[in-house]
Structures are given as structure tokens and as C-alpha cells.
């Protein structure tokens, strides 16, 4: 019997997430947070509501992510023009300067994971985990 594609998924989901983590530390930043800066980076002036969904977190704990961002000025939150009781978080100046000071370390992370990959494997292997997110969504 083979080993589920859901465990298999999961466990190198946790062990990607152990090894941003150690590759984080020095910044004091979680590999959660990095992921938010990076969606931040992608998706600049968003909602707190849509950096949870985008970032794979409860908005409870966006919250809390964002407060703690804040409080290291790597975002900020603004008014939203459209909804006076909604604000926008966008990346700050320091945000960005830790993305890019982290890109080559995290590039370096994803092509250990499929090192023993060739190219061709490596774009069917994208191909594939984007098909199972969309079957799922």
C-alpha cells in the first residue's frame, strides 16, 4: 500500500515550513509572516481579510501577524479611500528590504527541495500542485 498523497503533501508542507523557520530567525520574523510579506509584495494595499485567506491563516491570527508586523515597521496600515471602516496594510520600506534580503536564501531553499529533479519534472511537479489547488477550490 502506498504512502497517502495527502500525508506526503503534509510533510513536506512541515518540513518547508521547519526550514523557512531556521532560515528566518535572524530577521525574528516566522515563515507565516514572510508569507504574508510576500503576498504583500504581490498584492500591495489589501485587507486584512484577504492577506488571511491569500497567507493560509485564520483572520484572527492575521490579526495578530499584522500587529506584530507593524509593530517591527515592515507593514502599515492605511485608511481604505472606498470604506471608511476598512483599512488597507501595505509593505513598508523595511519589508521590502527584508524580502530582498531574503529572496536568494529562499530561492535557494525551493531549488534544494527539487534538486534531485530535472527541469522538465520540476515545471510537471508545478503544474501539478497548482491542478490540485484549483481541483480543491
Do not use: C
Not at 510533510?11 to 523557520?21: H, K, Q
Not at 531574503?102 to 531549488?111: D, F, H, N, S
Not at 529533479?117 to 511537479?125: I, L, N, T
Amino acid at each position: 500500500m502506498s504512502t497517502s498523497l495527502l500525508y506526503l503533501l503534509k510533510r513536506t508542507e512541515l518540513a518547508v515550513r521547519a526550514r523557512l523557520d531556521e532560515l528566518l530567525k535572524p530577521a525574528g520574523i516566522t515563515a507565516l509572516q514572510y508569507t504574508a510579506l510576500t503576498v504583500l509584495e504581490r498584492h500591495d494595499g489589501i485587507s486584512a481579510a484577504q492577506l488571511a485567506r491569500d497567507s493560509f491563516v485564520t483572520a484572527q491570527s492575521m490579526a495578530d501577524m499584522v500587529r506584530a508586523l507593524e509593530s517591527r515597521g515592515l507593514v502599515r496600515r492605511e485608511p481604505h479611500p472606498g470604506n471608511r471602516r476598512e483599512r488597507l496594510i501595505r509593505l513598508a520600506d523595511p519589508g521590502r528590504r527584508l524580502l530582498a534580503e531574503y529572496a536568494g536564501p529562499a530561492r535557494a531553499l525551493e531549488e534544494r527541495m527539487v534538486a534531485d529533479m530535472s527541469a522538465e519534472q520540476v515545471g510537471a511537479f508545478r503544474e501539478a500542485l497548482v491542478g490540485a489547488w484549483r481541483a480543491l477550490s
